[in-house]
């Protein structure tokens, strides 16, 4: 099969050899390079939706501890009577 193959060329096979390995050298290492990149990338991206989750939580969490201050304050706003004075500079 080799031989065929190389037949259809003119150059040398040693040169052709060294020709090919370099193209598949270079290939291999520009795939590598990007896998490395893809590998980096899909890591900060998980890290980022994790991140973002963590803090969607936190402000829920916080949402709700404000809403049920917000309560508790209109609570005990209502629990507690106004006196005379508080009326007179209400009406003011």
Known sequence: MAPSFLSQFSSPASK????F???R???KGKHQT????YK???KKSRDLEKSRENWRTR???AEQHAAELQQQIQ???CRRPCSPRRLATADR
């Open 34 to 37: 990007l896998k490395a990149d």
């Open 40 to 42: 980096k990338l899909a």
């Open 59 to 61: 402000a829920r969490n």
């Open 21 to 23: 390995r370099k193209g």
């Open 16 to 19: 052709l050899v060294r020709c």
């Open 75 to 77: 609570a005990l706003k």
């Open 25 to 27: 050298d270079g290939w």
